[in-house]
């Protein structure tokens, strides 16, 4: 949506295509009776980039600061400033106490890592400003803010490896290990893991829900008169001719195409017959290349309708919420015993995995959203509704589907779900619950065609096939065909929506630089038909 604003601003004919009712894919929201729920990310980060493109964009979106709480057991603090930071480490050493001079240390090192932030995120970013006209901005800003970013980026890329084996070198204590690293997707950078406490800063809330940000790009898009085409999803890719053509034979001509959906399925429809050797072959190195890589984590979110006043809840944490109910930490429950769970699956008995999900949602960490405690309009009066979410892996609900008891899985884990949140931190669901519903990788996969359900593009668990150095990001929009570009949570890593909006706007400017022609728009035969 990033690169459709900012290709049709500049008068270039533009046409948007989205597979779904409404555009946004995980920047989405939805309404049911009467409770507004967040269906993808939960509250957005600016990171130097989304405020920059709204201003740049001319677009007013009503926000609100989205202040993040973290709980263990019934341990709560409130994230407000950086003086957090201190209660935090109190937090950890009251819950710990026999692991002081460890928590120390992974404090000294997360007070580092937000000073790097600071310089990351401290200027605007400047793919989001006028740089031509803009002198003061140049001068007083980017000039002096260049070499401290050069030297920064050089730290950052030092800490690349696994935010597990980092933690190893520090933490001796498994469950503190666990407690400060298990809601990051297995095999995270350590310094995008460990960031995430100046990320709880950042974080905002547009009125209404995340879904405004998709709704008032769509609206900035139709101003400059670009086209936006839903319930469409795009089956082939032929490059020679530079069409894509959509589930009903429909096709549809480019001058340069932005990808901006999963990128495996791109290299899996797109037909090279007719590109140049050397081209094809470039194409098919990639392919196999991708195609070799999973999807990262998913989720499993339970969306809950409460009689009960947003009060209530408002007294016991703010409504962006980190809560683990058990100090013990996951352990060896998510990976390893999945892992052999899922290798020797035919064999296990239904108990036997459930038993395991008795585990798995006893010692996680969850992130729970209440929408109207950011904008009490998000519920109505006197009600609060709770988005409950936790990492979960896709196959386990592939393999449970596949052996056809997937709804009685997906009944059998918001029970799980309810009863531990219910049981710790928020007794009043006990009763009062008036209506509840779940989605789970499956759902995700259905609902945004991303391999794996993944929710924030490729796995870490091999080194990631795309861009994942900052200085680098530029080049991340590429693909082996010329008039094909990438966008969004595939194109570079790791991912998110800031550089969800980067990459669209990077790849933006790619197709500009170009100076093509007006948008030609082809119809076949059985298009005129079907019309
Ligand atoms: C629970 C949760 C928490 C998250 N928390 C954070 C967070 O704190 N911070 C953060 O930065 N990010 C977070 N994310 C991740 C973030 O939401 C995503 O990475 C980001 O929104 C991806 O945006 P995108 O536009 O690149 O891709 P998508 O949202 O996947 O959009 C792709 C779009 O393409 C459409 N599409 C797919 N295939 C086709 C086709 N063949 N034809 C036509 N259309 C197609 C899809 O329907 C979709 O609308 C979170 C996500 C979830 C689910």
Redesign the pocket.
Known sequence: MTAAAYVSREGQKVLL????KE?????NSFSRDGFHFDA??????DAGIIFPMLNDLGIDLEVVKSPVSLGIENEIIHIENLDSLTAYRELLKRTYPESEAEIDAVLKIIRKIMRHMDVLYGIENPVFKDLKHDKRFILKKLLPWLPKFILTVGKINRMNMPVEDYLETIIKNPSLKDIISQHFFKNTPAFFALSYFS?YLDYFYPKGGVGKLSDALKNKIGEYGGETKTE????EVRVDKCIVIDQEGVTYGYDNLIW???LK?LYQIADTDGLPSKTRSKFENDKKKLLSHRGGDS?F?LFVEVDEPLESFRKIAHGHFFYTPSKRGLGETHWNELKNLLIHFEKNKKEEILSWLDKFTQLNTY?ISIPGLKDPACAPIGKTGLII?LLAEYDLFRKVQDAGWYDEFKTEFENRVLNVISNSIYPMLKEKIIARFSSTPIS?EN????SEGA???WSFEKPVPVVNKIQFSDRSVLTSIPSIFQ????AYSP????M?VLTGRLAADRVLKKKTPKFSRKKTKQTLRLV
Do not use: F, H, M, Y
Request: glycine share 14%; net charge positive.
């Open positions: 295509i989205e597979k779904n555009c946004g894919g995980l920047v993808g990310v939960r509250a957005l980060e990320l469409t999803k795009i089956i901006a959906a999963d399925k989720v979110t992130e979410s995700i609902r945004i065609a991303s929710i924030t593009g966008a969004g949570q595939w991912a998110g929506v800031p969800s």
